[in-house]
């Protein structure tokens, strides 16, 4: 299970998401952190205790790929669920080709989701 310190963020510009997601992933038994810009989230304290990131792939400004390649770029090594509300199969791929863990299509399971933490903790 994670470290108390670390935190599951969760970047997305859809209030609902941040609002909702933070409850889901505590009854999972994830401490969160919701941010509502990749920006804001760049600028936060939080990354350095991140150990899984939730990302949206559209966002008004930096969007999830573009966040995805700054952390690259700063090597900064961080497993990415990106959710979208789009369904374009390439764009899953190609983030998952990038590193992405997954890519889940709002709305998604709960399961879905727990799958993909689970994968992207154990697999660290």
């Known amino acids: 299970m994670m470290n108390p310190r670390s935190i599951v963020s969760i970047v997305d510009d859809d209030e609902s998401v941040r609002e909702s997601l933070p409850d889901l992933l505590k009854e999972f038994g994830f401490a969160s ?3 509502s810009s990749a920006e804001e989230f760049l600028a936060s304290d939080g990354i350095s205790r991140t150990q899984c990131l939730i990302l949206d792939v559209a966002m008004p ?10 952390l ?7 497993p990415i669920i990106f959710i979208t509300a789009r369904r374009d199969e390439m764009v899953g791929s190609r983030l998952i080709e990038h590193g992405a863990i997954a890519c889940l299509i709002k709305p998604f399971s709960d399961t879905a989701l727990l799958e993909a933490l689970n994968s992207a903790l154990h697999d660290k």
């Not at 400004?61 to 700054?70: A, D, R, S, T």
């Not at 690259?72 to 961080?78: A, D, G, V």
Request: glycine share 16%; no cysteine.
């Open 33 to 35: 952190r919701a941010f």
């Open 61 to 70: 400004g930096m969007g999830g790929p573009e966040l995805q390649q700054v």
């Open 72 to 78: 690259k770029r700063r090597k900064i090594t961080i």
